[in-house]
């Protein structure tokens, strides 16, 4: 409505705004892991790692962190969030551990994790539609970045205060298998026909798939979280607009764009900045690396952020105690690798 008030045909060019390719992918991928975490997959193997810790909060640190870095590289990182932080809240609540620093460093392996593969979050696929870059080569030119950064947090969680567990168990979960194999299936679908040029195809199947195998996800999936992406590509596809036509440009060499991005994404979070600076540039990858570091600084860096803090009810000073020092560590790594590829 403020934008409308500055230019009165918005109205009429948002279905052009929107990038149709890229909110179709991401409602079918957001479907698909919603019945992948209806499955119970996720709780069960949460549960098996939180009896490996053995009590002992650092090791179960070093078990669940890359665990939520290998899920979220395929799921949703929001989705990994809302799969994984009701259990880390819980565990931490009849353990003993770290409730803040449990839940903080799980944000930021949601972020990390999701960063490696063009369906790890949203920004990703929109970068990876928007330049038409193969699942291969997006993977392989963020692994590097996603390792260093990896490394890091591994380095935070050794660094905390090891506790004794409590040694009550979760609950067994039952693994309803035609949800989870189907959700495997449709996940992969989803990529091949993004691949091969059809992502509005995605939707339809996925839809028709998860109404066969897994109806309840439907009905638990939140539609509003569609609208809400559609909405950051109008306003942000004619903030855009305005700041090219007022003549403003972003910096285009790699090292300034992955700067700029990561730090705007402190302002305004990684997806709308993506859409902000996503432009006709010549090259992806500092875009990519920006706009992901910026998802583990600021709280508002990243959708999945909020999420952790809502569930766990966390305190602000108390997550970016250990998320502004770790933005800031992976910020200069990030550099050094951009540096290093030039």
Request: hydrophobic share 55%; aromatic share 8%.
């Amino acid at each position: 409505m403020v934008l409308t008030f500055f230019d009165a045909s918005l109205p009429s060019k948002t279905p052009h705004l929107i990038d149709w390719n890229s909110l179709t992918l991401i409602t079918s991928l957001i479907i698909a892991s919603k019945a992948l975490e209806m499955s119970g997959i996720f709780v069960r193997l949460s549960s098996k790692l939180i009896s490996l810790s053995g009590g002992s909060q650092r090791r179960l640190m070093l078990f669940l962190l890359p665990t939520i870095v290998f899920t979220s590289s395929i799921i949703m990182n929001d989705t990994a969030m809302l799969v994984f932080i009701p259990l880390v809240s819980l565990t931490s609540e009849l353990s003993g551990a770290d409730k803040a620093k449990t839940v903080t460093l799980s944000a930021i392996a949601a972020n990390v994790g999701s960063a490696l593969t063009p369906i790890g979050n949203p920004q990703n696929v929109i970068i990876w539609q928007k330049y038409g870059i193969p699942f291969r080569t997006f993977t392989c030119s963020m692994l590097p970045f996603v390792l260093a950064w990896l490394a890091v947090l591994l380095l935070f969680a050794l660094a905390v205060r090891d506790r004794k567990l409590g040694t009550k168990d979760l609950p067994p979960v039952h693994l309803k298998t035609s949800a989870f194999l189907s959700a495997v299936l449709l996940i992969g679908l989803d990529v091949a026909l993004a691949e091969t040029g059809r992502p509005l195809l995605t939707l339809p199947l996925t839809v028709l798939g998860v109404f066969l195998f897994s109806r309840a996800a439907l009905f638990a999936f939140d539609w509003v979280l569609v609208l809400t992406f559609a909405l950051i590509f109008v306003d942000f596809g004619e903030v855009s607009s305005m700041v090219a036509s007022a003549g403003l440009v972003f910096p285009n060499n790699d090292l300034s764009l992955m700067l700029t991005s990561s730090l705007l994404s402190q302002v305004v979070s990684n997806v709308p900045a993506t859409v902000l600076m996503i432009g006709e540039r010549s090259t992806w990858l500092p875009l990519a690396v920006g706009v992901n570091a910026g998802g583990t600084g600021l709280v508002i860096g990243s959708l999945a952020n909020l999420i952790a803090i809502r569930i766990a009810k966390i305190k602000l000073r108390d997550f970016h105690r250990i998320s502004i020092p770790y933005f800031l560590i992976i910020l200069i790594l990030s550099a050094l690798l951009l540096m290093m590829r030039a």
